[in-house]
């Protein structure tokens, strides 16, 4: 199975089902399953971001808690979305993101726009049928889409 490994607090995020695209500076041809790595490292800046905190906090999840070096769920990766750029409709500041012939605005007033980095260039990967595990699994995390061969949900 492949294998992404996001630093907290966003792969717990993705976990409980709060964030519903990963952003990446590269794209990816890959879809369908994918488990979701939490790194060892954790931004307890943006764990302190209002939105983020609030999120973690639904879920019983401080800065200080959050499971580290572990799978914590499985997820569909069901596309990869180009940032091309922003405009000032349907509201201002919306960031456009393009997929073939399909687009879509993400702006400041989505909950999302605030756990990811829309900035023009960037890829937005839309993540589905997130299942978290009921127990994070202990694994060694690595650069870009890896291979792991724990638990096949």
């Known amino acids: 199975m492949k294998v992404i490994t996001i630093i907290q607090p966003w792969a717990t995020l993705i976990a409980l089902g709060e964030k519903q695209f990963e952003t990446r500076s590269w794209a990816t041809k890959h879809r369908g399953e994918l488990a979701i790595h939490a790194g060892k490292k954790i931004n307890k800046e943006a764990c302190r971001e209002p939105e983020i905190r609030k999120a973690l906090e639904r879920h019983g999840y401080t800065e200080d808690n959050l499971?580290?070096?572990a799978v914590v769920?499985?997820?569909n990766l069901t596309e990869c979305?180009?940032?091309i750029g922003i405009a000032d409709v349907p509201v201002k500041e919306t960031h456009v993101l393009s997929a073939g012939n399909r687009m879509f605005g993400m702006t400041r007033a989505i909950?999302?726009?605030h756990f990811g980095d829309y900035s023009e260039g960037r890829y937005a990967w839309e993540l589905a049928d997130v299942n978290q595990l009921p127990e994070p699994i202990p694994a060694k995390g690595q650069q870009g889409l890896w291979n792991w061969?724990?638990?096949q949900l």
């Open 67 to 69: 499971p580290t070096g």
């Open 73 to 75: 769920a499985i997820c």
């Open 111 to 113: 909950k999302e726009f």
């Open 149 to 151: 061969e724990g638990v």
């Open 81 to 83: 979305w180009g940032v």
